[in-house]
């Protein structure tokens, strides 16, 4: 896969992968190029933007092409699907077999927002998920007050590969993921006062299967919560991910850089 940006580690320092960052969103148009050159020299060597509809995704992948070290993911994010249509699904089927798609994303169910799409949400998410093992490339779902359903499709396909984006479910259901060999990721919300849950879950995840996220530009951690959301915000989801697993802020990055790595198929 396409070499340069993951290559700058300089004097065996760390760099950190953010594996979840829409960098494509209209919040950065004003800055997007310029942050993107700031991040990358904060450290950040990898990222992965995924996409929430066919425009989307068609930007993230143009972003990909035009940073060595941005990959990209595309599909229907379950609260779009009101921009779903059969044209822009033949798009997404040309977009995600471009090298640098990595995944497909981000795809799955939401109930938190609209729930009279539930049958909808469901089937789009079955054919992308489809499509995902027809490329053999992984998957990126939002799973957001939907668990039952979400595990229930997606032990459906055994054969397939991805995480959990922002993973918000039980320890139960994080052990039956983990089982089956999914990633989880962790992002701003583990910061938060109320976070115990996701730190239950994090206490429990073994150490390669956890990705670290920032869902750029929202989801911000303490104590830039309420900001517009950045990858270099990701220190504070590394420095919680170390103090709750007992390991360095360097070894939280040497092993999130793996993890991603591994699971998006980047040399
Ligand atoms: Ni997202």
Not at 26 to 32: K, T
Not at 55 to 73: G, I, K, N
Request: net charge negative.
């Amino acid at each position: 896969m396409a070499a340069g940006g993951q290559t700058m580690i300089a004097g065996g320092e760390t760099m950190i992968f953010d594996t979840h960052a829409h960098y494509d969103s209209g919040s950065f148009n004003a800055d997007r190029e310029e942050l993107l050159t700031q991040v990358h020299a904060a450290g950040v060597g990898l990222i992965v933007d995924p996409g929430c509809d066919e425009r989307s995704s068609r930007l993230a992948l143009e972003l990909a092409q035009r940073f060595d070290f941005v990959y990209a993911a595309v599909g229907y994010h379950p609260s779009d699907l009101d921009k779903y249509s059969p044209e822009g699904w033949e798009q997404i089927l040309e977009l995600a077999r471009h090298p640098k798609c990595v995944a497909i994303g981000e795809i799955g169910l939401d109930y938190y927002w609209d729930q009279s799409y539930k049958d909808l949400q469901k089937e789009v998410f079955r054919r992308q998920i489809e499509l995902a093992l027809a490329l053999d490339k992984p998957v990126i779902v939002h799973d957001r007050e939907a668990h039952a359903d979400s595990l229930e499709i997606v032990k459906d396909y055994p054969g397939l590969r991805g995480v959990f984006h922002c993973f918000s479910g039980s320890p139960e259901m994080a052990a039956e993921l983990l089982k089956r060999g999914w990633y989880l990721g962790f992002d701003g919300p583990i910061t938060y006062k109320n976070a115990r849950k996701a730190l239950e879950v994090l206490e429990i995840c073994p150490e390669d299967r956890i990705l670290i996220e920032t869902d750029s530009p929202y989801l911000s951690p303490v104590p830039m919560r309420g900001k517009r959301n950045d990858s270099r915000n990701l220190r504070y989801v590394i420095e919680t991910i170390a103090r709750i697993r007992g390991l360095s802020e360097e070894q939280v990055e040497a092993i999130t850089w793996e993890n991603g790595k591994r699971l998006f198929g980047i040399a």
